[in-house]
């Protein structure tokens, strides 16, 4: 089973930016969308960004929409999420996923999920 990878988390000011990567173990993902998600203290895990096959249907949660891009690398395998403009609100854990089709994912849909990486984003 494909195994994920991800990295980049850490403290920030508010205002800040981070970029999380996700690094996938084989090829296998290539077909398939990707994404990420988040768990807040207390909150239940929520949809973030995805995107899917050759770069398609790009999908973002509205709390992020104009601050966050995803994109991925497929030479590498790797899925990335540019975070800009960070508010204390987007502290979370953020998971990777692979999904089981290929254009759109959800957290029905997820085959596989990265153990996780803490974004802090103080005030």
């Known amino acids: 089973q494909v195994q994920l990878a991800e990295s980049g988390g850490g403290l920030v000011q508010a205002g800040g930016s981070l970029r999380l990567a996700c690094a996938a173990s084989?090829?296998?993902?290539?077909?398939?969308?990707m994404g990420w998600f988040r768990q807040a203290p207390g909150k239940e895990r929520e949809f973030v960004a995805s995107i899917g096959w050759k770069g398609s249907n790009e999908r973002y949660a509205d709390s992020v929409k104009g601050r966050f891009i995803i994109s991925r690398d497929y030479a590498k395998n790797t899925v990335y999420l540019q975070m800009n403009s960070l508010e204390p609100e987007d502290t979370a854990v953020y998971h990777c996923?692979?999904?089981?089709?290929?254009?759109?994912?959800?957290?029905?849909?997820?085959?596989?999920w990265g153990q996780g990486t803490q974004v802090t984003v103080s005030s």
């Open positions: 996923a692979v999904g089981r089709h290929p254009i759109a994912l959800g957290q029905s849909t997820v085959r596989t």
């Open positions: 084989d090829r296998t993902v290539s077909n398939n969308a």
